[in-house]
């Protein structure tokens, strides 16, 4: 088994060497990030809190967080998406109806929250994974950390560098 690190904000602001990637979470969720994409574990234990924290805690921090969904749905369907702010990209027709894939804004409030309710109705089943594309930097990590850390046992606990060339 592995033993899980806990590394503190100083640690990651006072080495002076290029991060290229951080792991932070707490029990119930795990956020490894990149300044390209943000992949979330959400827990069957997380609450509807912890999921609407994180996510609203993302839509502050950077307006660019954009999560690509795809969806089999009935081809009556698609626009009821569409009014939840969900942007269409393509659909297609598959055996059990309709291959649509949407973009999430995470700027849009109405599809955030869309997304959010979705989320907590998929934890009713199981662990979700999401993965949450963004054009960010680790300043806008280390502000998503910053405000994320007063979960009960939100951590850093994994930090990778930058080959130094």
Not at 19 to 34: A, F, H, P, R, V
Not at 67 to 72: A, D, G, L, R
Request: net charge negative.
């Amino acid at each position: 088994m592995l033993e899980e690190v806990s590394i503190s904000m100083d640690d990651v602001l006072d080495d002076g060497r290029n991060i290229s990637y951080i792991e932070m979470g707490c029990d119930n969720i795990g956020l490894s990030c990149t300044t390209g994409k943000i992949k979330i574990w959400f827990g069957k234990q997380a609450t509807v809190q912890s999921v609407r924290k994180i996510l609203e805690c993302f839509s502050r921090a950077d307006s660019s967080f954009v999560h690509e969904t795809e969806i089999i749905c009935d081809y009556d369907q698609i626009p009821l998406y569409e009014n939840n702010d969900y942007t269409l990209i393509s659909y297609g027709r598959v055996k059990d109806g309709y291959k649509v894939i949407f973009n999430i804004q995470f700027s849009k409030q109405h599809a955030l929250n869309y997304f959010i309710e979705s989320i907590i109705n998929d934890l009713n089943e199981g662990e979700v994974n999401k993965t949450i594309h963004w054009n960010g930097s680790m300043a806008i990590i280390m502000l998503i950390f910053n405000e994320l850390r007063s979960m009960e046992g939100w951590n850093i606990t994994k930090k990778e560098y930058r080959e130094e060339e």
